[in-house]
């Protein structure tokens, strides 16, 4: 079993509840695709700050998909009440230990760090986060030097290119876009007169 916290730790769920009384674990995937989740036999954990113990590395001897839902069982965790414990837990896992993605697919947090141009060459900014706001991903770029943070939309219409190799994303968005002066003009209103009563 692995002694070293992952220096390319990446955080994928936390244990959500106890499932059942042997204690199984109810595990809430931060993403969809959970394939390095339930193909590792370590996770390492992380505890609330305030119990001040240090992440350890768990050998766990099942996880599957149950109803919806992850399930695990861990090898430190015999029944109900000790999984009751573990509610709350991060998981974490190794970068390295992620089946590589298909073409043209990324992981999100590979994204981050990654400088953003936009088509006319100008620097927008690195990349700091990505969230899915229901409809699709966001790339959240932060501009250090303008003190500007973008929302750009991770769709086609707007990423144009990502370059993991050189650390770049091409996207199709203008610099202007997030001056208060750039917004397209308001429809002007049509003033209603008030009906006359007869």
């Known amino acids: 079993m692995s002694a070293a916290w992952p220096c390319d730790a990446v955080l994928v769920g936390h244990v959500s509840t106890a499932y059942g009384i042997k204690g199984w674990l109810k595990i809430h995937?931060?993403?969809s695709d959970a394939d390095a989740l339930l193909n590792n036999t370590e996770w390492w954990v992380k505890f609330p700050a305030e119990t001040e113990q240090a992440a350890k590395c768990i050998a766990v001897n099942t996880a599957k998909w149950h109803n919806?839902?992850?399930?695990?069982?861990?090898?430190?965790?015999a029944d109900r009440t000790?999984?009751?414990?573990?509610?709350?837990l991060e998981i974490w896992?190794?970068?390295?230990?992620?089946?590589?993605?298909?073409?043209d697919e990324y992981y999100l947090f590979d994204l981050q760090g990654l400088r953003v141009c936009n088509l006319q060459g100008v620097v927008l900014g690195q990349v700091q986060e990505v969230f899915d706001n229901g409809a699709h991903d966001v790339l959240v770029v932060q501009d250090q030097?303008?003190?500007?943070?973008?929302?750009?939309p991770f769709v086609s219409a707007y990423v144009v290119k990502i370059d993991q190799q050189a650390g770049d994303v091409l996207v199709d968005w203008q610099s202007e876009w997030d001056e208060p002066d750039s917004a397209p003009p308001k429809p002007k209103q049509r003033v209603r007169k008030p009906a006359v009563e007869a």
């Open 29 to 31: 995937p931060y993403s």
């Open 68 to 77: 919806g839902a992850i399930v695990a069982q861990w090898e430190t965790v």
């Open 82 to 88: 000790a999984a009751e414990a573990c509610r709350g």
């Open 93 to 103: 896992l190794s970068r390295a230990t992620f089946p590589a993605p298909a073409e």
């Open 145 to 152: 030097q303008r003190s500007v943070q973008r929302m750009i």
